[in-house]
C-alpha cells in the first residue's frame, strides 16, 4: 500500500456493522504512514460532512493548490436494492445546494457508457466504445497536477454483493467482453491491505472469456502473484516520460517504476499494455518519447499500446491545472497552441492543435515500429478527424480499431471483428441506476485525464 497520511478516516455505518468489510478498514488503518483515528457516519451526517466538514473543498485540479496533501478516505458500501432512497437523498441534498457525489450516496457501481451513440453529446467529436463501466472507487494518491481528484478518495468494500450484481450484467450482455474498472480511481494505491481488488479479480478468474481491465499509473504490483486471475485482468498503465511522470504526476510511479511494476504482472501472467496518455509534450519531448517507448518494449511484451495527448480542456484552463510546472512544456507547442486558440470546432481535443498532436503521435508511432514492428498501436479517445489522417499508418480504422480497455479488446486481438457501435445493446431495461447527481459527474471513459 502506498505510504499514506489522511487527514481523516470516514467509515460509514454499513462498513462499521458488517465484520468483514470491518477487518478491511482495520488493515488499512493499521497500515498508514502515521495513526489516524477512525470515525463512523450515518446518512443523516452526510450534509454537515458537506457543509461543515468540507470534504469537498480539495476536489480541485491539483495544480491550482497551493500545497496538495494526501485526501480524506471514506469508506463506503454501494447500496443494491436501496437505489430509490439514495437517489431520493441526492434530490434533498441538491435541494439543499449540496450536491454530492454519487459514491458518497451508495451509488456509482455500474454505468452505461452511450459512447458515440445516440444521446451522447460528444459523439461528433471523439472515437470511444458504448460498454458498462464498472466502478469502487473515487479520488486518487497520485497528485497529478491536471487532476481533480484528489483531496476525497472513496473506497467501497462490499465486493462480495458487487460481483453478484456484475453477474447479471455480464450474463445480460454477452457482447462485452472486458470490464474497465476505475476511470477516476486508482485501485491499486491501497491494495493489498484493503483486499477489494483481489477479490474481483479472481471473480473474473472465474469467468470465460470476461476480462477485467485496470488501469493504473501505479508502482504497486507486487501483491498481483498467487492470485487466481487465470489470465483474465489486464493490466493497462498509464506511460509518460520521465519529466511528466516526476514533475506533473509526483505521486506516481515514475517511467522506470511503472514498467517495473509492468514487469512483475507480466511476469505473473498477466496481460499488459501501455497508454502513452496524457502526452504533455515537454521540453525534449522527442528524445524522452524515444528513451520512453524503448525501456518499455525491451523490457515488457504488451499486447497493445494506445495514443493520446493531452487534450479535453481549452489553453486557459491547461495554463491554470499546469501553471507550477508550465515551463516544462515545450515553447513551440505553447505557441501554436496559443495561435490556436478558438479556432478549434472540436471542444475536446484543444488546447493542442491537430498539427501538433499529430506530429506527437507520428513520432511514438516510429519508435514503436522501430522496437516492435508488428506491434499493434491505437489512438485513444481522438477525434474522427484524426483517425481519418493517421488510420492508415496505425493499420486500423475508427469502427475496427483495438484500444487498451475497449469492450472487446481482449488480449491477442489485432482488429475487432463486429462493428463496435452496433453490437453495443443496452439490455438492462434501464433498470439499473447510472445516472450522476451534478458534482464533478463522469465524463467520458477518457475524457477526463485521471490515468
Not at 383 to 406: D, E, F, K
Amino acid at each position: 500500500m502506498y505510504a499514506i497520511r489522511p487527514p481523516a478516516v470516514l467509515v460509514h455505518e454499513s462498513v462499521a456493522g458488517n465484520p468483514a468489510y470491518r477487518e478491511r478498514v482495520k488493515r488499512f488503518v493499521s497500515a498508514l504512514a502515521q495513526p489516524c483515528p477512525v470515525e463512523v457516519y450515518n446518512d443523516d451526517q452526510i450534509p454537515s460532512l458537506l457543509r461543515d466538514r468540507r470534504i469537498l473543498d480539495r476536489r480541485v485540479p491539483m495544480g491550482t493548490l497551493r500545497k496538495v496533501e494526501d485526501p480524506v478516505i471514506l469508506f463506503n458500501t454501494f447500496r443494491f436494492g436501496d437505489e430509490a432512497c439514495a437517489l431520493k437523498r441526492a434530490e434533498d441534498l441538491k435541494a439543499q445546494n449540496l450536491p454530492c457525489p454519487q459514491e458518497i450516496l451508495g451509488l456509482g457501481a455500474f454505468n452505461w457508457a452511450n459512447y458515440n451513440l445516440e444521446g451522447d453529446p460528444n459523439r461528433a467529436h471523439k472515437v470511444c466504445r458504448p460498454c458498462w463501466r464498472i466502478h469502487l472507487q473515487s479520488g486518487c494518491l497520485h497528485r497529478c497536477a491536471y487532476c481533480p481528484l484528489g483531496g476525497l478518495l472513496v473506497a467501497m468494500v462490499n465486493v462480495d454483493e458487487y460481483c453478484t450484481q456484475l453477474s447479471r450484467i455480464i450474463e445480460r450482455h454477452p457482447w462485452q467482453q472486458t470490464y474497465l474498472l476505475d476511470d477516476d480511481a486508482d485501485p491499486p494505491a491501497l491494495e493489498p491491505e484493503l483486499g477489494c481488488l483481489d477479490e474481483l479479480i479472481e471473480f473474473f478468474g472465474s469467468l470465460s472469456d470476461r476480462y477485467l481491465v485496470i488501469h493504473t499509473k501505479t508502482w504497486n504490483t507486487a501483491w498481483l502473484r498467487g492470485l487466481k486471475h487465470n489470465g483474465h485482468t489486464i493490466l493497462v498503465w498509464s506511460l509518460s516520460g520521465p519529466s511528466q511522470s516526476r514533475h506533473i504526476e509526483p505521486n506516481s510511479g515514475d517511467t522506470a517504476q511503472r514498467i517495473e511494476a509492468a514487469r512483475i504482472a507480466e511476469e505473473a501472467g498477466y496481460p499488459i499494455r501501455y497508454k502513452f496518455k496524457p502526452i504533455i509534450p515537454v521540453r525534449n519531448w522527442r528524445q524522452e518519447a524515444r528513451e520512453t517507448v524503448e525501456m518499455a518494449l525491451t523490457s515488457t511484451h504488451p499486447d497493445l499500446v494506445s495514443l493520446c495527448c493531452f487534450m479535453w480542456m481549452d489553453m486557459d484552463e491547461m495554463k491554470r491545472r499546469l501553471a507550477p510546472v508550465l515551463e516544462l512544456i515545450d515553447p513551440d507547442c505553447l505557441r501554436k497552441a496559443e495561435e490556436a486558440r478558438g479556432k478549434s470546432d472540436n471542444p475536446l481535443t484543444q488546447p493542442f492543435p491537430d498539427e501538433v498532436r499529430a506530429e506527437i503521435y507520428t513520432h511514438y508511432l516510429s519508435e514503436i515500429r522501430r522496437i516492435a514492428p508488428s506491434l499493434p498501436v491505437s489512438l485513444s479517445t481522438e477525434s474522427w478527424h484524426m483517425w481519418s489522417r493517421l488510420g492508415p499508418a496505425l493499420g486500423m480504422t475508427a469502427t475496427n480499431y483495438v484500444c487498451g480497455c475497449g469492450p472487446q479488446s481482449v488480449p491477442g486481438r489485432r482488429l475487432l471483428s463486429d462493428h463496435p457501435f452496433r453490437v453495443a445493446v443496452r439490455k438492462d431495461g434501464g433498470r439499473i441506476p447510472c445516472v450522476y447527481p451534478p458534482f464533478e459527474p463522469r465524463c467520458m471513459s477518457e475524457g477526463r485525464p485521471t490515468q
